[in-house]
């Protein structure tokens, strides 16, 4: 057959494609993953950093799924990485190739003196990850997280375990005591574990043995609130947890404080609440009350505003604000009065 010849004209605008997209990856792929592929690559070179999963969808007539499906692939070949929100959806997507680094569709990458660890992890490139897994001691971790979770981690999950290694300069010692710990106490999630990550980082921890104290601490801590709810047979959830972490922590409370808090919980609900808890809690912090001395203060001056309280409320409303009402108050019939007048000038 004879050679085709290709003519273009009167193009308004125009789209790059990476010739080693072409050469090496699209050969292979299913036509549906590289329209979307190529779409999303025209958004980028628009400058369109806003792209969801449902307008995708609707722009090939797919469905959400369909659309997931194809992120998914690009992303285990290496050409996409996704992230994600607090429920799991899809919240981020960034490009790249082993040529160049595209910017991140849930916000543009630029040089920053201190960047979020979303971003930090983000800034890691597809040979950057290459080349810190041919560390022995990071594809160990990388080995025994995958145990751990019984599932292949994705280019996300790595970015995570790198940014711990790297980022956060945790050893890998550290960092397998982190994903040990949580997930013997059910928690498999490594956006969960990377909260624990960043806290730990917050808190100087940079060694086994002070994550031990401060799990041990933790676990105290804890174990004092279930104790003063008189809650048995399960472990604390997660928002629970992080109550208490916030009673110790930014409220700076004793424990003899947070217990006093339970007890005026039971009494006044039945049930051990977390939620009644923090309300006093959180109202003692805000009045700047700090120990226990400061409570009894707090509550008498409470009575007694109470009592002045009812005191006026018993008082009838002829009285109140008046001082001339203090005294009884007559009533005349002045037509009877005119009458006796009348009598008496005749």
Not at 203 to 211: K, M, Q, R
Not at 328 to 344: C, F, M, S, W
Request: hydrophobic content about 35%; aromatic content about 10%.
């Amino acid at each position: 057959m004879a050679d085709i010849i290709l003519n273009g004209s009167g193009l308004l605008s125009s789209t790059c494609v990476p010739n080693i997209f072409i050469d090496k990856y699209m050969t292979n792929a299913n036509g549906e993953f590289v329209k979307i592929y190529l779409y999303l690559i025209r958004c980028m070179e628009q400058s369109k950093n806003a792209c969801s999963i449902s307008e995708l969808a609707d722009v090939f007539d797919h469905t959400e799924k369909d659309v997931l499906r194809a992120l998914a692939y690009w992303e285990k070949m290496r050409l996409l990485h996704l992230e994600y929100d607090d429920n799991s959806e899809v919240s981020g997507i960034s490009l790249e190739l082993p040529e160049k680094n595209a910017p991140s569709f849930s916000e543009p990458k630029k040089a920053q003196e201190n960047p979020s660890p979303s971003e930090a992890k983000n800034q890691y490139s597809t040979e950057q990850m290459e080349h810190f897994q041919n560390d022995e001691g990071l594809q160990e971790i990388l080995f025994i997280t995958e145990n751990y979770l019984g599932r292949t981690l994705n280019s996300t999950d790595i970015r995570t375990i790198l940014y711990w290694y790297d980022g956060l300069h945790f050893s890998t010692d550290l960092i397998e005591y982190l994903i040990e710990t949580c997930i013997s106490n059910g928690h498999t999630s490594l956006r969960y574990m990377e909260k624990i990550a960043l806290s730990w980082a917050d808190a100087g921890i940079s060694s086994v043995t002070e994550a031990k104290k401060e799990h041990s601490l933790h676990n105290k801590d804890a174990y004092a609130v279930m104790k003063a709810f008189g809650i048995s047979g399960r472990n604390l959830i997660s928002s629970e947890l992080k109550k208490i972490a916030k009673w110790t922590g930014s409220y700076a409370f004793s424990m003899d404080i947070i217990r006093e808090a339970c007890r005026r919980t039971i009494q006044a609900t039945g049930k051990p609440s977390f939620e009644y808890a923090d309300t006093i809690l959180s109202n003692w912090h805000k009045n700047n009350i700090h120990t226990l001395k400061d409570i009894v203060k707090s509550d008498s001056a409470h009575q007694k505003s109470k009592t002045a309280s009812k005191t006026r409320e018993a008082l009838p409303r002829s009285y109140a604000g008046n001082r001339f009402n203090e005294f009884p108050q007559r009533n005349y019939n002045y037509d009877q009065l005119e009458k006796q007048l009348l009598n008496t000038t005749h």
